[in-house]
Nanobody, 121 residues
Framework: VQLQASGGGLVQAGDSLRLSCAASVRTFSTYAMGWFRQAPGKEREFVAAIDWSATVTYHVDSVKGRFTISRDNAKRRVYLRMNSLKPEDTAVYYC???????????????WGQGTQVTVSS
């Protein structure tokens, strides 16, 4: 499984971005997907996850009400819509796939290369 994340950039506080993650595998619809982020000098942290059918989603408390994870199985893509961005959202954002939805990074088998999101104040 190859994952390609895109959509990052430099924005101002309060702006929006939509991250996209494209998967190469035909069985994409069977995988749970997650977004994680890593800020400079910090450990990678969970941001959001979605199960294979988009029935169940999780978002870390710090992004609830601002970020939304979604997926399009026909396009083999998962998205992270980010609204009301804050400087503390600055990080490299990674998408990941795994057999079941989880908040734990070690439960994901495949990872994309990451896309940089920088939010200026």
């Amino acid at each position: 499984v190859q994952l390609q994340a895109s959509g990052g950039g430099l924005v101002q506080a309060g702006d929006s971005l939509r991250l996209s993650c494209a998967a190469s595998v035909r069985t994409f619809s069977t995988y749970a997907m997650g977004w994680f982020r890593q800020a400079p000098g910090k450990e990678r942290e969970f941001v959001a996850a979605i199960d294979w059918s988009a029935t169940v989603t999780y978002h870390v408390d710090s992004v609830k009400g601002r970020f939304t994870i979604s997926r399009d199985n026909a396009k083999r893509r998962v998205y992270l819509r980010m609204n009301s961005l804050k400087p503390e959202d600055t990080a490299v954002y990674y998408c990941a796939s795994g057999p079941s939805i989880s908040l734990v990074s070690t439960q994901y088998n495949y990872w994309g290369q990451g896309t940089q999101v920088t939010v200026s104040s």
